[in-house]
């Protein structure tokens, strides 16, 4: 049994974590922490979730330097911190031995000048951003085995390049053309901490970070071309539908669609096409991602429903932690 | 005070229309109708609608041609029925000298091509077809105060083209391209009868009508040109969020959108251009419709807003009852 | 035209009660006013509620001490402000003449002993608690008429009294027992402030206050006999149902239920006795209070529902306002 | 493994207990049925439950005789089935040497005059019904592993009896009391079909079944007490949320209390009684009942807590299937 210590696992994508750490054949918790001044320092993990008791009864530790040394000596370490915690963090215990899995945005894009234009502070550990892989699980597999630091894919990201990758690999894209991203996300996607923006009687529809979400440029990035990604908070706990619109290539074909998705996906047990459009609720509560897809002359529509706790953050953490380490790819999240 | 009578009372549309035409200054009800067979026949309309209660307490009474008689009788008669039921009926309470409010789709699109590819029938009543107003208020006042006969514009059409018309009216899209409306829709909008789609356990948030929805072309016919028009189901009762993405022409200024849309709607009451991405709970149980835009080089994002019941349905019905007739423009609405 | 000022105008309860005053035939809003340091102060109201927008579009003004001086210039000032700070303004704005209508709990109770024990702090204004009258609309018309500091009454004591009165009244609770108040409130119940308890992700359905809830007090001292009152925090937005379990003395016969309730309420606009057991969505931004009741030998269900900001906080507020100053007792209202 | 049949698999209840199986280390899916005319014959039940899909992707088969043959063959057959079904179903499988586990309502009650009061129809199969055991897993495990047809526990009943039997038993209730039972459920209660009722427009918050409701005598019947049970329909899919009131007797300790929950409950995994009022969100997609108590005088108030289609119907079954043939306790449950 391998030990993973999860830093942050007060929150939201923390204790989905948790939750599913226990339930894994080959892994035991070998701590939970929060930051050192935390009101929650000191508490059950299930005190915060009572849904987790009997499955993770466990405290939630400050992380003191004394602290640190301990999780130094864990196999895995899995941050969902703060950017900038998890990108002071995650060198240290790199370097300590450990494998380290960072929920957060730190080094998901391998470009110094996007942290201080999206993140609002200057990326203070190059060399290590350099080496970090991005955590997409069934496109970047070879390299995340080969990596110490996995930056896992954030959760719009994912349900954006999961839709899109397919295609663009496969240059069905019309050039110049710009994917629109149209997504919608629960609220825990806005973290456990009040304000009144998530608040229950303030929640509703609406738009929010038009053309600037920071992962506008993490989805481009990755996809290798610009898109416009529009987000909206919804009211639902969890979840995130992404509705895309996508400009092809003239000369595409039915069949050029359907051999890049199922190519791609076809016998994966994550990532799932459907035959029907899926619906927030379908993914609730799970590891998929289920997509659909249809076409009017060059115009494709395609949608994508993740849980943005498990396939946008902790199971997709997890997907990361089974090839890194030649688990069962589903192991702990089925 | 003017007499009217309500067909289709018994639907969500139905009865808020009926609450508005009952705090009218200058109207009151004439009759409320269902259809011969209704199991609602005989019932109050306040036992399906408590809330109603102490506003409209009056019977449900069932549409036989006795009824139909006295219906003819009514200044103004509103049509909340099925499409087929709408086109039967419209002519022969035109003729009779009433002015008909039609909420269905049955003379929406003046051409008779239109009704059997996504209504399933041929039109009937071709001449008077040709009569038919579009009731979108802010646009079609000088005809709405000619006819006798307005087909009030759809809940998506209306979100859809109070935000898209400032735009193309002043020739701000670019040539060619076909604007995107990405619009959520609350459950009231399926109709007020039992299905599993619009079970209380099955409802979630997803995409539906891919490229065929009926809307799509009415948009299109309304607005002079072509849109893609993506409708999901959301899980909150009223209420229409459209996200709209729109190519602009070169040349386009910032002024010259400002100018489309102030132009237009300063000094408006129902139509309001906001400060802020709107949201569904802004506008719920109002009849205003909230707009809020921003773009980035050629691309313009366009948020509407509308409670799907009122300016979608019966608000919107009687902004062009208060258009033909001359009343205040707010008058039963504010 | 009245004026009337509003304190603690950003509340959902000061919202609420702006567009009542401004729909109001014989009011218009004096000045809307929050506390000096509130971040609010200097917005527009209807930049927090944008479904204000066009009802009722004034600022937020901070409550210096020379605004204080327009205020007291006002006929009528409603206090939605903090227990504390109503129980230090109310005697002075009484004593520059206005007609006081507080919205706290600060001068519900005619007892000094209630104050230390449910509140936390020592009355200091026990002459002016002795004056104010408890603002239960139907219950003191006579004694609201001829006083100039009205207490309005809280949320859950208006859904349960309402409900309970007319037994109590009447004699027809078994001695010696102990009604139970089963209660369940909307979000809007615990105010418009960020806390992880009425986070969106948080918000469930759970007991909460279990013997303890200042209401408790408060519904016995008007009951004028001791109950059990359970509150209860439910995932919607706005409302109260409070289901009620009453014992019945030996000989009470179903015609003197009927009678107990048709003598108190028939005619009345507002409570409604009605012929199903009522729920939330039925008086939801509506200013009723319906209630139901079934009897079973000697234990009688009745249950009780109202929206806690309107009959439950600012529609109530108005039918005082009404009664105080003779206007129609729905002005403002229906 | 052994093989068990499903029948009834398609509604909420058979398609939670299908998952539960899937994961169990001991079982394997022998076969899901469905109604013979059913709509559903035919499909896949993951067709109906996309979250179902990867876990059990298998179809929905008629129930024809031929098909009756194969469930004979199975070990365990359970009937999510209507109650009628149950009743003629369940002896023949039985005989046939099944072991059967009913989550209807036909044989939860030894009384005969139960169901034609109760459920309107005359029992049919009196013998089996008096050899039928309760199954209510935490207490009735003894005869549980000696019986072939277990009567899984109503939803509702598995709420109330985990809350109120340690009080019944330990004689801690005043004599001649009843027990008030306030409950509130989700709406996949209410069953997998189209009704007006849990229309997602229609559902809010309200009282139904006063007096009158199935469940009561279910539950006087095993508590061995009178008790007063006013279920509720609430605003989500899953969950019973059980606010009980019990008069003690005189002389009950608070450690008489405490003795009577934690004798009974303390190193159960299942039922645990937790240090705060639980909510509906703590226990859902858990088989968890939790439960809280606390008291005044003589008075009790207990919450428990379930989700109603696992503790209250298909975790439930598979505990009382682990009971049954010596498996671990929360085998496919944790």
Known sequence: MLNVAIIGASGYAGADLSLIVAKHPNLQIGGLYVSEGSADAGKLLSSLYPRLHSYVDLPLQPLTAEALNDVKKCDIVCLATAHVVSMRLAPELVDAGCKVFDLSGAYRVNDP??????????????KYLEQ????????????????????????YPT?????????AVNNLIAEGSMPIINAVSGVTGSGRKASLTNSFCEV??????????????????????????????????????????????DGVTDEM???????????Q????????????????????????????GNTLV????????QKGAAAHTMQCINIRFGFEPTAGLL
């Not at 929010?208 to 898109?227: A, D, M, N, W």
């Not at 459009?277 to 009017?296: G, L, M, N, S």
């Open 269 to 296: 047990n994550i990532v799932r096409i459907v035959d029907h459009w899926p619906a927030v609720k379908d993914v609730e509560f799970t590891p998929f991602c289920d997509i659909h897809y249809q076409r009017e």
């Open 302 to 309: 395609v949608c994508s429903a993740i849980d943005n706790l």
């Open 132 to 155: 970090a892989v991005y955590g997409l699980a069934e496109w970047n597999a070879e390299e995340i085995k080969k990596t110490n630091l996995i930056a896992v894919a954030g959760c």
């Open 204 to 249: 509703s529809l609406n738009a929010y970070g038009v053309f600037k979400h920071r992962h506008r440029p993490e989805i481009s990035h990755h996809l290798g071309q610009k898109v416009l990604f529009q987000p909206h908070l919804g009211n639902f706990k969890r979840g995130i539908l992404a509705t895309i619109y996508v400009q092809l290539r």
């Open 159 to 167: 349900a954006s390049l999961s839709a899109l990758k397919p295609l």
């Open 257 to 267: 669609i359907e051999k890049a998705y199922k190519e791609k996906y076809a016998g």
């Open 113 to 126: 000048a996007f942290y201080p234009e999206y993140y609002g502070f200057e990326h203070e550990n190059l």
